[in-house]
């Protein structure tokens, strides 16, 4: 005779599974962040801080379990406007003036032709990369600390070279759908793009000493 079971269903260990209602609401949810990043950041000088609030919202949904309040992204958003402003400035114009190399090497403008084309795309996907560990880990300190996240981005190329790589491939491939894509949609993918980030970053680079 096989003994009595435990009354109630039985339970299987580990955590539960995800179903595609989670997966629709967590869609639906990084579409809201890139909408509401795009818009604040559309004073341009706004931009930094736009990114390190919704860098900081990703992180503790995918850390805490959780999305911060909207009172928590406006502080964090308000808090990092000051400090942002300069290195709105500085994306800008370094990403600015690649562009416009970028452009003139391609329609023959300038000397150099196809290999020194090729060096300057190698050149913006490498800052595009650090750029985005940047952003990485401006969101694991809740949207502050820019000389420190620019630091420990620094030391995480330098150690996982191929997280570097992957995040200026993200990010590549982000800009190419973003020329893509109907200009409609390119706040919704900057939500998507957040994410991620955060996702490459975290299967290989731990967080910084104090923080989850």
């Keep these: 005779m096989r003994p009595d079971r435990e009354d109630g269903p039985d339970r299987e260990d580990g955590p539960a599974r995800r179903d595609w209602r989670d997966v629709l609401t967590d869609a639906t949810d990084l579409a809201v962040v890139g909408i509401v990043l795009t818009l604040a950041a559309l004073p341009v ?37 000051l400090p942002g402003a300069g290195v709105s400035v500085l ?36 800052l595009a990369g650090y750029a985005a560990l940047v952003v990485v880990e401006v969101g694991r300190r809740s949207g502050r600390g820019w000389r420190e996240a620019a630091g420990a981005a620094a030391g995480a190329c330098r150690a996982r070279p191929g997280t570097w ?3 200026g491939g993200v990010s590549a491939v982000a800009a190419l759908l973003a020329v893509l894509i109907i200009p409609v949609a390119v706040p919704i993918l900057a939500g998507y793009l957040v994410a991620a980030l955060h996702a490459v970053a975290r299967r290989t680079v731990p967080a910084p000493v104090g923080q989850s």
Excluded: C, K, M
């Design 91 to 126: 994306t800008l114009a370094v990403f600015g003036l690649l562009a416009v190399n970028v452009a003139a090497l391609a329609g023959g403008r300038v000397p150099g032709g196809a290999p020194l084309l090729l060096v300057t795309v190698v050149l913006a996907a490498a």
């Design 45 to 81: 000088l706004t931009a930094a801080a736009a990114v390190a609030a919704a860098s900081a919202a990703v992180h503790d949904r995918y850390t805490i379990g959780s999305w911060p309040s909207a009172r928590e992204n406006l502080t964090r958003y308000g808090r990092a406007l």
């Design 165 to 167: 790589a992957a995040a």
